[in-house]
C-alpha cells in the first residue's frame, strides 16, 4: 500500500492563478480531509469528505473547493490563488467516519507570490 | 480562534529526561482527544490517543493524562530520547472535525 499520496511536493504560483492538489488513497478509507499548516497555528481543516460524493467545509474554507467523485481522490482546488494561501497543505484519509487514526500524506508546501 | 490551546511552543530537555506539554480546550462536545508527532518534512503521524471516560492512558514512554472538569489534558514524555526530537500536536475532535493546538517542538539533548 503507498497509504496517502500527495501531488505536487512543491509548487510556486503568481497571485490570481489557479491550481489543483491532487489526494490519493488506496486503503478503502471511506474519510478524507484537507489542512493547512502555518507557523504557530497548527493544522487547520479546510474541506472534508465522509464518502464519494459527500463534502463539507472545515474551518479556513474560503477561497478553496474540493469534490469526491471517487473514494480514492480528493483533490482541492485554488480558484484565484492568493499570497495568504501561501501554506503547508496535508491530505489526510480514516477507514470510516467514526474511526479515529487518522493517516497523513507528505504535504504539499505552496508559495504564492 | 484556536479551539485547542497548546504550551509551551518549544521546549528542549536532556536525555533521559521528562518533556511535559500540556493542552486546554472549552468545547465540551469533544469526544476523542489525539496527539500527533511530526518529524521535519514529514507528514504528521497518530502518537497516542484518550476518550473523556479515561483519566490516564499510558502507552510506552508516553502518558496522556485526561482532567474532564479542568478541560485539561497533557502528554508526558518520560525518558525523553533524541529520536523523540520533533514537534508534538494535540488535537480533539467533534462532529467529525479535527481541532488541533499550535504544537509544541521537542529538542531532546544527548
Known amino acids: 500500500n503507498a497509504g496517502v499520496t500527495q501531488t505536487p511536493k512543491f509548487q510556486v504560483l503568481k497571485t490570481g492563478q489557479s491550481m489543483t492538489l491532487q489526494c490519493a488513497q488506496d486503503m478503502n478509507h471511506e474519510y478524507m480531509s484537507w489542512y493547512r499548516q502555518d507557523p504557530g497555528m497548527g493544522l487547520r481543516l479546510i474541506h472534508y469528505?465522509?464518502?464519494?460524493?459527500?463534502?463539507d467545509q472545515g474551518e479556513v474554507p474560503n477561497g478553496y473547493n474540493v469534490s469526491r467523485s471517487t473514494t480514492e481522490d480528493f483533490p482541492l482546488r485554488l480558484l484565484s490563488a492568493a499570497p495568504s494561501q501561501t501554506s503547508v497543505y496535508f491530505c489526510a484519509s480514516s477507514l470510516a467516519v467514526i474511526h479515529n487514526e487518522q493517516f497523513f500524506g507528505p504535504g504539499t508546501r505552496l508559495t504564492v507570490l | 480562534q484556536q479551539q485547542v490551546k497548546q504550551s509551551p511552543q518549544s521546549l528542549i530537555v536532556q536525555k533521559g529526561g521528562i518533556s511535559i506539554i500540556n493542552c486546554a480546550y472549552e468545547n465540551t462536545a469533544f469526544d476523542y482527544f489525539p496527539w500527533y508527532q511530526q518529524f521535519p518534512g514529514k507528514g504528521p503521524a497518530l502518537l497516542i490517543a484518550?476518550?473523556?471516560?479515561?483519566s490516564e492512558k499510558k502507552e510506552g514512554r508516553f502518558t496522556i493524562s485526561f482532567n474532564k472538569s479542568a478541560k485539561q489534558f497533557s502528554l508526558h514524555i518520560m525518558d525523553s530520547q533524541p529520536g523523540d526530537s520533533a514537534t508534538y500536536f494535540c488535537?480533539?475532535?467533534?462532529?467529525?472535525?479535527?481541532?488541533f493546538g499550535a504544537g509544541t517542538t521537542v529538542t531532546v539533548r544527548a
Open positions: 484518550i476518550r473523556p471516560d479515561v
Open positions: 488535537a480533539a475532535r467533534s462532529d467529525y472535525k479535527l481541532s
Open positions: 469528505s465522509v464518502g464519494a460524493g459527500i463534502t
